[in-house]
């Protein structure tokens, strides 16, 4: 798993995961840091897939900051 970056309260936790055909796919874990434990952590996997474990992960930390931005 790639080094975690801070992101609007958010731990951000890019991965890639090859596959049989070599591809990676891109994978992402979310934790947030709140009070409530409930909805604290959020998992995707399969976002996208490509041929290079570099772009698998870049393209996980940018589909997160998307979505952290798109939640407010």
């Known amino acids: 798993m790639a080094h975690s970056q801070?992101?609007?309260g958010y731990a951000v936790y890019p991965s890639?995961?090859?596959l049989r055909d070599q591809s990676f796919s891109a994978n992402l874990l979310?934790?947030?840091?709140?009070?409530?434990?409930?909805?604290?952590?959020?998992r995707f996997y399969s976002l996208g897939y490509f041929s290079k474990e570099a772009d698998a992960v870049n393209f996980?930390?940018?589909w997160a900051r998307d979505w952290i931005d798109a939640r407010g």
């Not at 979310?30 to 959020?42: A, F, G, H, V």
């Open 6 to 8: 801070n992101y609007r």
């Open 16 to 18: 890639a995961h090859r």
């Open 30 to 42: 979310l934790e947030r840091s709140d009070e409530d434990p409930i909805d604290t952590q959020y």
């Open 60 to 62: 996980s930390r940018i």
